[in-house]
């Protein structure tokens, strides 16, 4: 089957759209342009489907090379035959190719290959085909008798030829597959405690769940328990039942040399296919719960990236301590910062008068309208006393509490130098959590998507992968959003979909030294951005008050003439491309005939309604359309909750088996994925995700392991 065929069954696409989508791919477009702007070549996948699309239409390219590679190594050493060349032909997966290449395999040094150098493998053929005619097995092993050759009893010959014959069972591509299948539906991975010491792993201490059933984080846990010493695993299975079953495939009728080939297939199993096979089904457990955490790690990202901007707001950031005191730094509505300074609100100075007067100072001279809080260490007491001043002062000052994640990685880090050279490390730390309100998104690039903090286990991925799944939803979020060129940081330009980190600053540079682009047009001027990168980028790019009002839209330049055809033909000019202006055209084309004005514009319907979308409202943010950061103006402890008592909270992370929420009390609750609500669920995900502002109520509070139980279920919105 050829792989554009098998890439539109496995995705349920029409094969004229696989076929597209692997054309595009392999021109090397991107996946955010393809998904944006080549939306009827492919059926409108989205980004995820593509990025899904990509990685499987690189295993299945790879598993083409490397069925290359065994065809011609078998063909090499004279032992390709027609069965084999359809065995290698029909192999699914890089797992079912190796096992048929594996007889052919150059292996280190084995007891089998010692007893065929030994002249023993006519003596194995002898007893592998049964023949009820060879009445003495014995006495044609004692013919094979050789000092020279190292066989110097019967008993040798006979083992040395089941270890031939073993081997040659472990090879056989067909058993292999019908026993991985067996291990996969029927085999329970178990653990043991390694160690009487108490640990987080205790729930592992005597665990078994069914191979086929056991669920990803529960793998990264048991995982993590055996690395780290805590636990003994393997996977548990009936082994008298697998013996009968590989008797079955490898007896003939009773026979002298019956008990041989039993022997030498209980000893295949227990010594080769068993200890190969759990291998195999560990990995295949580790690799499913990684893909699962990656997922996670995205799907928790993505929100979090997006969330709405609080925008035009003067923000007081405040990046809590003890000790070395909290730093604070004042930002205007664009991200300047307006002022610095260090306060002691918190143990062990408790300078709580001083602070008050440094802050209200502050928020008096600047205008400061919200306080935004790191989440990191003393940030309860912090929170205290931000609550405890807003309720002394006239103005009207709210705060919020923002996971300050990987800040302290982006303030030592030589971007940060570079943008605030005269700041030590810990006020640039403010300047983060102050801008991460104010822009979300434009922050957070900034920083390494695994400082980030969402997710599971991040610790526990592969670094390759997890940071090509991360950088792939950073990509996307920005170019969902569009990036305006003209106040773009180098970090933020680089996640646009066709330009690196050298055209990223030279876009920067040319904007230093030319002025402000006014036209998209001016981006093919810069150093390196070639005809193929400006395809790319381009429409993610926009440009407010320029020449062309096309170029602060989604709109792609190659559109600009059809989306022109659409304003003519409803009587409009590029003029009217301003905000509420063009309200009523999409009820115009509805009325027209959208696959008529599609037509008469000369594109197909997804672009069409694309172009008409970014008409009607030009300069759009899609995080506009999402529910705003819950501030707040006075707090709780987690002594103040109550079982029964009803709060608000915002969504902090998604996981496997539930999420977490903050309710304002510092220490995140958890909602059970059984408690979230009334219909059957198989992952919260369904339902929830980070930044979502939920109503939950409290079930239980355990003050002292600081855990706190909540409820979405019947509670009154």
């Given at each position: 089957?050829?792989?554009e065929?098998i890439?539109s069954?496995?995705?349920?696409?029409?094969p004229p759209h696989?076929e597209?989508i692997v054309?595009?791919i392999?021109?090397?477009?991107t996946?955010?342009?393809?998904?944006?702007?080549?939306?009827?070549?492919?059926g409108?996948c989205?980004d995820?489907v593509?990025?899904e699309?990509a990685?499987?239409l690189?295993?299945l390219?790879?598993?083409e090379?490397?069925?290359?590679?065994?065809?011609?190594?078998?063909?090499?050493q004279?032992?390709?035959?027609?069965?084999?060349?359809?065995?290698v032909?029909?192999?699914a997966t890089?797992?079912?190719?190796?096992?048929?290449?594996?007889?052919?395999k150059q292996?280190?040094k084995?007891?089998?290959?010692?007893?065929?150098?030994?002249?023993?493998?006519p003596l194995?053929?002898l007893?592998?085909?049964q023949?009820?005619?060879?009445?003495?097995?014995?006495?044609?092993?004692a013919?094979?008798?050789s000092?020279e050759?190292?066989?110097?009893?019967?008993e040798?010959a006979?083992q040395g030829a089941?270890?031939?014959i073993?081997?040659q069972l472990?090879?056989?591509?067909e058993l292999r597959r019908v026993?991985?299948?067996?291990v996969?539906k029927?085999g329970v991975?178990a653990?043991?405690?390694?160690?009487?010491?108490d640990?987080?792993?205790?729930l592992y201490y005597?665990f078994?769940?069914a191979?086929?059933?056991?669920p990803?984080?529960?793998?990264?846990a048991?995982n993590?328990?055996?690395?780290?010493?805590f636990?003994?695993?393997g996977?548990?299975?009936?082994h008298e039942?697998?013996l009968?079953?590989?008797e079955r495939?490898?007896?003939?009728?009773?026979?002298p040399?019956t008990e041989?080939?039993?022997?030498a297939?209980?000893?295949?199993w227990?010594r080769?296919i068993f200890p190969?096979?759990e291998?195999?089904?560990?990995?295949a457990?580790?690799e499913?719960?990684t893909e699962?955490?990656i997922?996670?790690?995205?799907?928790?990202?993505?929100?979090?990236?997006?969330q709405p901007?609080?925008?035009?707001k003067v923000v007081?950031?405040l990046?809590p301590a003890?000790?070395t005191?909290?730093?604070?730094?004042?930002?205007?509505?664009?991200?300047?910062?307006?002022?610095?300074?260090?306060?002691?609100?918190?143990?062990?100075?408790n300078?709580i008068?001083?602070?008050?007067k440094?802050?209200?100072?502050?928020?008096a001279?600047h205008?400061?309208?919200v306080?935004?809080?790191?989440?990191?260490t003393?940030?309860?007491?912090?929170e205290?006393?931000?609550?405890?001043l807003?309720?002394?002062i006239p103005?009207k000052?709210?705060?919020?509490?923002?996971?300050e994640?990987g800040a302290s990685?982006?303030?030592?880090?030589p971007l940060?130098a570079?943008e605030?050279?005269?700041?030590?490390?810990s006020?640039?730390?403010a300047?983060?959590?102050?801008?991460?309100?104010?822009?979300p998104?434009a922050?957070l690039v900034?920083?390494?998507?695994k400082?980030?903090g969402?997710g599971?286990?991040?610790?526990d991925?592969p670094p390759?992968?997890l940071d090509?799944?991360?950088?792939?939803?950073?990509e996307?979020?920005?170019n969902?959003?569009?990036?305006?060129?003209?106040?773009a940081?180098?970090?933020l330009l680089s996640?646009?979909?066709g330009?690196?980190a050298a055209?990223?600053k030279n876009?920067?540079?040319?904007?230093?030294?030319?002025?402000?682009?006014?036209a998209?047009?001016?981006?093919?001027?810069v150093?390196k951005?070639?005809?193929?990168?400006f395809?790319q980028?381009?429409?993610?790019l926009r440009?407010a008050?320029g020449?062309?009002?096309?170029?602060n839209?989604?709109?792609?330049?190659?559109?600009?003439e059809?989306?022109?055809r659409?304003?003519a033909?409803?009587?409009y000019t590029q003029?009217?491309?301003?905000?509420?202006?063009?309200?009523?055209l999409g009820?115009?084309v509805?009325?027209?005939?959208?696959?008529?004005?599609?037509?008469?514009c000369?594109?197909?319907?997804?672009?069409?309604m694309?172009?008409l979308?970014?008409?009607?409202?030009?300069g759009?943010?899609?995080?506009e359309d999402?529910?705003a950061p819950?501030?707040?103006e006075?707090?709780m402890?987690i002594?103040?909750?109550t079982?029964?008592?009803v709060c608000a909270g915002?969504v902090?992370n998604v996981i496997d088996f539930?999420v977490?929420?903050?309710?304002?009390?510092?220490?995140?609750?958890?909602?059970?994925?059984?408690?979230?609500?009334?219909?059957?669920?198989?992952?919260?995900s369904e339902v929830?995700?980070?930044?979502d502002?939920?109503?939950?109520?409290v079930?239980?509070v355990d003050?002292?392991?600081k855990r706190?139980s909540l409820s979405?279920k019947?509670?009154?919105?």
């Amino acid at each position: 089957m050829q792989m554009e065929q098998i890439l539109s069954n496995e995705f349920n696409l029409a094969p004229p759209h696989a076929e597209n989508i692997v054309r595009l791919i392999k021109e090397g477009n991107t996946i955010p342009f393809i998904a944006r702007y080549r939306k009827e070549l492919t059926g409108s996948c989205d980004d995820q489907v593509l990025r899904e699309f990509a990685d499987r239409l690189a295993y299945l390219e790879n598993l083409e090379k490397r069925r290359g590679e065994v065809g011609a190594a078998i063909a090499e050493q004279g032992k390709m035959t027609d069965e084999l060349a359809l065995a290698v032909a029909g192999a699914a997966t890089l797992a079912e190719l190796e096992d048929v290449y594996r007889p052919f395999k150059q292996k280190r040094k084995t007891r089998a290959s010692v007893a065929k150098e030994a002249g023993l493998e006519p003596l194995a053929k002898l007893i592998f085909g049964q023949n009820p005619a060879e009445k003495d097995i014995p006495a044609r092993a004692a013919e094979l008798i050789s000092e020279e050759k190292g066989i110097l009893t019967v008993e040798g010959a006979l083992q040395g030829a089941m270890d031939i014959i073993a081997e040659q069972l472990s090879d056989d591509a067909e058993l292999r597959r019908v026993l991985r299948e067996y291990v996969q539906k029927t085999g329970v991975l178990a653990a043991k405690a390694a160690k009487e010491e108490d640990s987080v792993f205790r729930l592992y201490y005597d665990f078994s769940e069914a191979v086929s059933k056991i669920p990803s984080h529960r793998i990264l846990a048991i995982n993590r328990g055996e690395k780290e010493e805590f636990l003994k695993v393997g996977v548990e299975l009936e082994h008298e039942k697998i013996l009968t079953a590989i008797e079955r495939r490898v007896l003939k009728q009773p026979c002298p040399a019956t008990e041989y080939v039993r022997a030498a297939a209980a000893d295949a199993w227990k010594r080769l296919i068993f200890p190969s096979l759990e291998r195999e089904t560990r990995a295949a457990l580790t690799e499913k719960a990684t893909e699962q955490a990656i997922r996670m790690f995205g799907l928790n990202l993505k929100p979090l990236l997006l969330q709405p901007p609080v925008r035009g707001k003067v923000v007081l950031g405040l990046d809590p301590a003890y000790r070395t005191g909290c730093k604070t730094a004042v930002v205007d509505p664009t991200g300047k910062v307006l002022a610095t300074a260090v306060i002691y609100p918190t143990p062990p100075h408790n300078k709580i008068e001083e602070a008050e007067k440094t802050v209200r100072s502050l928020i008096a001279r600047h205008g400061v309208e919200v306080i935004s809080i790191g989440n990191g260490t003393a940030s309860k007491e912090t929170e205290v006393f931000a609550a405890n001043l807003i309720a002394k002062i006239p103005e009207k000052v709210s705060y919020i509490v923002v996971n300050e994640a990987g800040a302290s990685v982006y303030s030592a880090s030589p971007l940060a130098a570079k943008e605030f050279p005269d700041f030590d490390v810990s006020l640039r730390s403010a300047v983060s959590i102050a801008r991460r309100l104010q822009d979300p998104l434009a922050e957070l690039v900034k920083i390494d998507p695994k400082s980030i903090g969402v997710g599971q286990y991040q610790h526990d991925m592969p670094p390759k992968q997890l940071d090509e799944t991360l950088a792939g939803v950073v990509e996307d979020c920005v170019n969902n959003v569009g990036v305006d060129v003209n106040t773009a940081s180098p970090s933020l330009l680089s996640c646009v979909a066709g330009l690196s980190a050298a055209t990223a600053k030279n876009i920067c540079l040319y904007r230093e030294e030319n002025g402000a682009f006014t036209a998209r047009t001016q981006l093919k001027k810069v150093p390196k951005l070639g005809p193929r990168a400006f395809e790319q980028c381009a429409g993610f790019l926009r440009i407010a008050g320029g020449k062309h009002a096309l170029d602060n839209t989604g709109v792609h330049p190659e559109s600009y003439e059809a989306a022109g055809r659409l304003l003519a033909l409803f009587g409009y000019t590029q003029k009217d491309i301003r905000p509420g202006k063009l309200a009523e055209l999409g009820q115009q084309v509805k009325a027209f005939g959208e696959s008529r004005a599609a037509a008469e514009c000369g594109v197909g319907m997804p672009t069409l309604m694309d172009i008409l979308a970014e008409l009607q409202r030009p300069g759009r943010d899609i995080r506009e359309d999402l529910p705003a950061p819950l501030l707040r103006e006075d707090l709780m402890d987690i002594k103040d909750l109550t079982p029964g008592m009803v709060c608000a909270g915002t969504v902090r992370n998604v996981i496997d088996f539930g999420v977490f929420v903050d309710i304002g009390v510092h220490q995140d609750g958890l909602v059970h994925i059984s408690r979230i609500t009334n219909r059957f669920i198989k992952h919260p995900s369904e339902v929830l995700q980070v930044g979502d502002v939920v109503k939950v109520k409290v079930l239980e509070v355990d003050v002292g392991k600081k855990r706190i139980s909540l409820s979405m279920k019947d509670v009154e919105g």
